[in-house]
């Protein structure tokens, strides 16, 4: 099942006795889980009618214990079971869960979230079987306007969907990150009905900033769509298309002297010393650097020196060159740019 | 600083406060005891930052000062001793510490006493007088529904209702819950309701005296004098579940049984029960009641007869076996009332004859049946 389709059955609050909630998008999980348990237990009773355990802390038997518990307060009891994949990994475990599954307690809800759910073994395959399934993955870009607009009507707003495209824009797909933006905005335009572009400029725009550190990263990531992100986001808050040049040219000029053999030999510290950065970074630029060739670096730095003649010698759009920069980092050519310099 | 003391007295002191010493911290220093002499009189504090302790003790001062030290050598050392008078000597400038007896010298190293946490200051707000032994049969009768659920943190302690004439206490772990109420225990102007962590009841229980003790509160702590020794413990600043809402008031089935009988019974059968869930299945009839298990895994299984006092309609009711035991445990009268009401509410249990100004609750959740 979609969250989508959970959320028409939490409106009837018409839920299964065991409930798995799956996938990469935690921030619906833990929405689900919470949706289940307000709709369920009552604040009242909370003490007494809702355990809330994680897997790698505690015994199956004690779960099961609980779950076979009939509620102290109120009519129903939920059992949540945070990383329910580290609770079963023994035999005995998986049967007694198999066991509950076959003949669940009618008031309880047993509430399972696992972020590594392998649906080929046991105790999945069963869950698969006799549990409602959750699968909570990541909207695509498409599906996140509208995603923001729903959450504003159910926080009791409207929001513009430029308002919503623009809030996507800034703060990316991650609906955790969304979710605090639009708090924001929430306290931002106080009584107004309506969240218009401008809203969205002036608090997201004004508190959600990136720095050159960020951009280096997505960008030894090789990651355009992010790096371009980002990139759009540093330029709109004012920063300089020269200063980020000059951070870029001493990131590749880092990956540069890492490429050397003798370099990479030598121990940790030192190789964080010759480079100049801390050591506590180094793992992460090595990474970086073996998805980067020789022949990758030098059209980097060819790519850098054509935008940075482009920036100080020609009336072309700043952003226009800075896209193509990033571009031309990440796929390693530099022709984009040194085709407009002749460099 | 230097103090003559016999071990035999200082050993009594020391296993007063040992207690709140934490066996491992994160800072050591709250691995030691504080050592502070003013002329005749040594004042020993211990705390793990939640709870302290300090107890003075008499002995011939020589030389006032204060000084930390590790409280597991020391306590080794001294229980190692003979009852012999033994000369504490402390160089404070080197933080080093030597015992003399007549026989040995035993030299450890301390910490400097501005390392070790102030003791919090106590501004009693009230103060109620409390006997000894209403003390700790009052904690021993309930400690053991304490809740451990670190995300429960209203749970992990003891409720403590103070009214004008009843003190009354709660507990519960979410499925089990002990509640005393205490009367003519004199009036008292205090009027408030606290949660003290279930370690600070524990060490209350061992250290209450014979005789007048004494609990002060203020709006974050909570201190317990017995003769002298103090305990002093910050309360739970949660709000406690409203427990009241979750004690039935119309369970009409009445069981009345021997508790020795029942507790046999439950304890010879529970042998046989799931390890998994510890079930055991209660069969009512009239004036019988049956306790069985059966173990799926191992096909074992067992059942008793207990004779008993009921005349309501037949039922069949299910419980964890270990909750029943610790219940029945830790009721000290000849027979015990269960009252009930279907197989899936819960079970009030209470002493058949309660203790004169005691009023003694205890509930337990019934489990499913065939799990």
Redesign the interface.
């Known amino acids: 099942m979609t969250y989508g389709e959970f959320q028409q059955i939490a409106q009837k609050k018409a839920f299964a006795p065991v409930s798995l909630f799956y996938g990469e998008e935690d921030f619906l999980i833990e929405e689900g889980v919470r949706t289940i348990v307000e709709s369920v237990v009552d604040v ?6 809702l ?2 355990v994680d897997g790698s802390k505690v015994e199956a ?1 004690d779960v ?2 609980h779950a ?3 509620p ?2 109120g009519a129903k009891r939920v059992v949540v079971v945070k990383e329910f994949e580290k609770l079963v990994g023994s035999e005995t475990a998986k049967e ?1 869960f198999a ?2 599954l076959s ?1 669940p ?1 009618s ?1 309880t809800h047993l509430v399972l979230v696992s972020s590594e759910p392998d649906f080929r073994r046991k105790p999945f395959t069963d869950l698969k079987k006799k549990a409602e399934l959750i699968e909570c993955k990541p909207l695509y870009d498409n599906q996140v306007p509208s995603w923001i607009a729903q959450r504003v009507r159910l926080m009791g707003k409207e929001a513009h969907p430029e308002a919503c495209r623009l809030l996507q824009a800034y703060v990316g797909n991650s609906l955790r990150s969304i979710q605090n933006e639009l708090e924001k905005i929430f306290i931002f335009i106080g009584d107004k009905k309506e969240i218009m572009p401008e809203d969205v400029t002036s608090v997201v725009g004004a508190t959600k900033g990136f720095t050159v550190f960020e951009l280096q990263n997505v960008v030894g990531r090789k990651d355009p769509k992010e790096s371009l992100r980002i990139l759009e986001r540093m330029i709109v808050a004012g920063q300089s298309p020269q200063m980020i040049i000059v951070m870029l040219t001493r990131f590749f000029t880092q990956l540069w002297k890492l490429s050397d053999p003798k370099l990479r030999r030598s121990p940790e510290a030192e190789i964080a010393r010759e480079i100049g950065i801390s050591p506590y970074f180094l793992k992460q630029h090595l990474a970086f650097s073996s998805g980067f060739s020789v022949e990758h670096l030098e059209n980097a730095f060819k790519a850098l020196l054509a935008a940075d003649t482009l920036l100080k010698s020609t009336s072309l759009d700043p952003h226009l060159v800075m896209d193509l920069l990033v571009v031309s980092l990440i796929s390693g050519t530099a022709e984009p740019l040194t085709n407009r310099t002749g460099i | 600083m230097k103090f003559i003391v016999t071990s035999s007295e200082l050993q009594k002191a020391l296993t007063k406060i040992s207690g709140v010493v934490p066996s491992k911290s994160t800072l050591p220093i709250l691995e030691n005891i504080l050592f502070d002499l003013t002329k005749n009189t040594l004042k020993l504090s211990a705390t793990d930052l939640e709870v302290s302790m300090s107890a003075t003790i008499e002995v011939k001062g020589a030389e006032d000062g204060k000084i930390a030290v590790p409280a597991k050598r020391l306590m080794e050392t001294i229980r190692a001793l003979p009852d012999i008078q033994l000369v504490f000597h402390a160089d404070l400038s080197a933080n080093r510490i030597k015992m003399i007896t007549e026989t040995g010298e035993y030299v450890l190293m301390g910490e400097a006493s501005d390392e070790f946490p102030t003791i919090p200051q106590f501004k009693a707000e009230e103060k109620l007088s409390l006997s000894g032994d209403l003390l700790r049969r009052m904690i021993n009768r309930m400690i053991f529904a304490v809740s451990t ?1 670190e ?2 943190p ?2 992990t302690g003891m409720l403590l209702q103070v009214r004008e004439t009843e003190l009354r206490a709660v507990v ?1 772990d ?2 089990r ?1 002990v509640r005393i109420n205490y009367t003519g225990i004199g009036k008292m102007k205090l009027k408030k309701d606290i949660i003290v962590p279930a370690k600070a009841m524990s060490l209350v229980s061992r250290s209450a005296e014979e005789g007048e003790n004494t609990m002060a509160v203020d709006t974050t702590h909570v201190q317990f004098t017995f003769g002298n020794t103090t305990l002093t413990s910050r309360v739970i600043e949660e709000a ?3 427990y009241e ?2 004690i039935p008031l119309d369970n009409d089935k009445k069981l009345t049984v021997s508790r020795d009988l029942l507790l046999a019974a439950v304890r010879r059968v529970a042998l046989y029960s799931s390890s ?2 510890h079930q055991i299945r209660c069969t009512l009839k009239k004036n019988e009641l049956r306790v069985s298990a059966e173990d799926m895994d191992f096909g074992g299984e067992a059942k008793e007869k207990v004779v008993c006092d009921y005349s309501a309609e037949d039922m069949e009711i299910g419980f ?1 076996s270990t909750y029943l035991i610790d219940i029945l445990s830790h009721i000290d009268s000849d027979e015990v009332e269960f009252r009930l009401s279907s197989a ?3 079970a009030i249990v209470t002493p058949a004859k309660q203790k004169p100004n005691e009023d003694l609750l205890m509930l337990v ?4 049946l ?2």
């Not at chain 1, 009242?44 to 009618?49: H, L, M, P, Y």
């Not at chain 2, 959740?365 to 499913?368: E, I, Q, T």
Request: charged share 15%; proline share 4%.
């Open positions: 009242s009773a909370r003490g007494f009618d355990d809330v038997r099961i214990a076979s518990s009939f102290m307060m007694l066991s509950y003949n307690l008031s | 659920d995300l429960r209203a749970m519960t979410g499925h819950l406690y579940p409203n809402a979750v998994t869930t964890n899936v509410r819960a959740m019934p489990m499913r065939n799990v």
